[in-house]
Every structure is written in structure tokens, then in C-alpha cells.
């Protein structure tokens, strides 16, 4: 971050109505405060481990691998098998107790894939807030309806999204304008590492247990750090705790793969940093994907969890100082690399995680044998099994 706080090189910013600046300002000085106490952050470990289910374990893929035809070892560390099934739970977990702190009493949050929706109806029910507010589009509810399900039975109420593409974005709208109406008893629990700040760092700093994890096991298994660390990029939380730990290490490339949908043209991918430019989307400033008359460009992706027009400013910041790389595979890449992995492992990937995979697949004969890879599985794929079918319906099967 520059000496401007709220920023990352040119990127962040808090771009919001007035009215949320308060709001705002008083979960920056919250957060400052609890990650500074230590019943707070002996709480938090404890939900981490008992309840989450950490650490993740780091596991060697040694068939999928071999099956790629790749001379590297390839580690996938595991966050499908986190409780609820995906990354989002650590998250979720830090937030709702900085809210409980905070004395909020009702939650409210977006989903796409609907994992982080899942993850805040979870700690909602588990921390006993008294209301659990999900908005999600009609286009996601009708392809996650599994994730939907379970947020009904975790008690949440999901509110179905109509406006625009009805996926990811205009959920995150909608929140932000019930958040503005319910300021004095709502925290809204921002899933991703882009928004406003302070959001970006908040996210960041719950997900990074992902990479410091990963960098213990890694020297336990291998007694070196990797040559490179892979992760799908959406909105950015999933890469941003894998990679944070090892910025600093300049030695280990950094690769964050988004979602080239069914090509290279407008509304057919969402490919924020690959194919996008600079501009304005949910409070901050980063790349995004925008027409010439600057509107928000439709996106689209066969997972429900990339299909969003922008992306974090840490990961911008990364982009524009090279320090990460980003490249986008297309839908028939990510389902192939998902069935590989089911096929050779006997992991079934969300397709979320299949992208990341999908490049290792795309790149693997170019791998050297020195080369050490982890690749952030960061969730599971029942979720998506409605929309595989749906695919080879309409397609055909692939592998």
C-alpha cells in the first residue's frame, strides 16, 4: 500500500456515497482495534481450527500431474475441505465476530457461486445474529440452486436480484443500498478483496491463513518454498491469501488465472486484468471491464464465482508493478482441467478452482523438473454438477 492510506500504487479508494463514509470510518477503527486484541484473535483461532476445520491440508498431486505430462511437483492446497467448502468460511469467520464486537446484529452479504453466501448464513447461525440478509441474482440462484437451498436451511433470507446481468454485480448494488438504509444494526460482510476501503486489507488479512499456511507446509514437505503459485481470480480473495505472504519473495511467480469465458470479445469473458482498464466499480478504483461510455460491460463465465467485471486494487497493483502475472482460460479449458482432477485424484474442484487448474494443464510440458507448484484449490464442485450437466446438454461431453 502507498503512503495514501486506502490505497495500492494508484489503485483502492473509497468512491461511495457520504452516507458510507461513517459507516466506513467506524469499521476501520473497529478492525484496527480488535486485530490488535488478543481475546479476539485467540477467538478467531480457535473458530479456525475447531470449527473450520484448519489447516487445510497441502496435498501432492502426484496422478494429476503425471497425467498432464508436467515434470514439476504440483501441490493443490485443499481449501474445498474447509467447512461449507471453500475458502469463504475464514473470511466470513473474521468478519462476524468483528461485527458481534461491533455490536451489529443482522449480517448481510452477496454471493455469486453462492459459497460466500453459504459461509455468512453458517457463521450467522453459528454466532447467533438475530437476521441473515443474502442477495444474490436470478441468474446465479437459478444455476446454484443447491447453495440457495442451503442458505434458506442456515436460516439466511435471499433476496433475488433482477436488475442488469442479475449475476454478481448487481448483487453487490443491491446490498450496498440495503446497507445504506440499515446502517446502525448492519455489517455488511464484503466477500472479496475489491470494494472500498477498508474491505480490500480487511478480506486480505482474514484469507492470508491460506498462504501462511501454505508456506509452513510447503517447507515440511519440501524444505524449499515454490517456484510458482497459481489461483483463479474473481474478485480476488482466494489469490490475495495465497500470495500475500509470498510477495516478497521475488523469486516465485505469481499467476492468477480469470475467466476467458467463450472468447475474447465484450460480454463473452471476465477478464478484468487480462482484457480490462482502468476505472471505477464498487468504491474503488482498479481494472475493470467498461464500454467506451464507460458503463459496466456485460461479462460472462460458466462459473458463477468469476463472473464479475472487476477485481481487487491489490491484485491491479500486482499487475501494474509486475509482480503477479494474469492470464484467462476459456469455459471447455476449465471443465476439462475439473474433469481431470476428478478423474485422476478423486477431488472434485469447483469450477472456480478448475481455471487454476486449467492453466497448469494449458502450461504443463513447459514446466521444469525443479519446479515446485501449488495451485489454491480454493473449493469444492458439487455446486456445479447442475451446470456441467447443463453444459454437455447443450455441447456435448469433454474428456
Not at 165 to 177: V, Y
Not at 189 to 202: D, K, M
Not at 261 to 285: C, F, N, R, T, Y
Request: aromatic share 8%.
Amino acid at each position: 500500500m502507498n503512503k495514501k492510506k486506502g490505497y495500492f500504487g494508484s489503485f483502492g479508494g473509497q468512491f461511495v456515497p457520504e452516507l458510507l463514509i461513517q459507516a466506513l470510518k467506524e469499521l476501520e477503527k473497529a478492525y484496527e482495534y480488535y486485530s490488535n486484541d488478543p481475546s479476539f484473535k485467540r477467538e478467531l483461532e480457535d473458530m479456525l481450527k475447531h470449527y473450520a476445520g484448519r489447516p487445510s491440508p497441502l496435498f501432492l498431486a502426484k496422478s494429476f500431474g503425471r497425467t498432464i505430462k508436467s515434470k514439476a511437483r504440483i501441490y493443490l492446497k485443499r481449501e474445498d475441505l474447509n467447512h461449507t467448502g471453500a475458502h469463504k468460511i475464514n473470511n466470513a469467520l473474521g468478519q462476524a465476530l468483528l461485527a458481534k464486537r461491533m455490536g451489529k446484529t443482522e449480517l448481510i452479504a452477496e454471493t455469486g457461486a453462492g459459497q460466500h453466501g453459504v459461509a455468512t448464513a453458517t457463521v450467522s447461525a453459528f454466532l447467533r445474529f438475530e437476521r441473515c440478509t443474502i442477495f444474490m441474482g436470478e441468474s446465479d440462484i437459478e444455476r446454484q440452486a443447491v447453495n440457495v437451498q442451503r442458505m434458506k436451511l442456515l436460516g439466511a433470507n435471499v433476496l433475488p436480484v433482477y436488475k442488469g446481468q442479475a449475476t454478481l454485480k448487481d448483487a453487490i448494488n443491491e446490498a450496498m443500498r440495503y446497507w445504506v438504509s440499515h446502517l446502525d444494526y448492519t455489517h455488511y460482510l464484503f466477500g472479496t478483496v475489491a470494494g472500498p476501503h477498508p474491505y480490500p486489507t480487511i478480506v486480505r488479512n482474514f484469507q492470508v491463513v491460506v498462504g501462511r499456511e501454505t508456506k509452513t507446509q510447503i517447507m515440511e514437505r519440501e524444505g524449499r518454498l515454490p517456484t510458482r503459485l497459481i489461483a483463479c481470480v474473481g474478485g480476488g480473495s482466494n489469490a490475495m491469501g495465497l500470495f500475500y505472504p509470498f510477495i516478497e519473495h521475488k523469486d516465485i511467480a505469481l499467476i492468477g488465472v480469470e475467466a476467458g469465458g467463450l472468447g475474447k470479445e465484450m460480454g463473452q469473458h471476465a477478464a478484468s486484468l487480462s482484457l480490462g482498464d482502468i476505472g471505477v466499480l464498487h468504491g474503488a478504483k482498479s481494472f475493470i471491464l467498461q464500454r467506451i461510455d464507460g458503463q459496466i460491460a456485460p461479462v460472462h463465465s460458466i462459473s458463477a464465482g468469476l463472473d464479475y467485471p472487476g477485481v481487487g486494487p491489490e491484485l491491479a497493483c500486482l499487475k501494474e508493478s509486475g509482480r503477479a502475472s494474469f492470464y484467462a482460460v476459456l469455459d471447455y479449458e476449465a471443465i476439462h482441467a475439473f474433469k481431470c482432477l476428478c478423474k485422476t485424484e478423486g477431488i472434485l474442484p469447483a469450477l472456480e478452482s478448475a481455471h487454476a487448474l486449467a492453466w497448469a494443464v494449458r502450461e504443463a510440458e513447459s514446466f521444469k523438473s525443479d519446479d515446485l507448484i501449488v495451485i489454491n484449490l480454493s473449493g469444492r464442485g458439487d455446486k456445479d454438477l447442475s451446470i456441467l450437466k447443463n453444459w454437455e446438454d447443450s455441447v456435448g461431453p469433454i474428456l
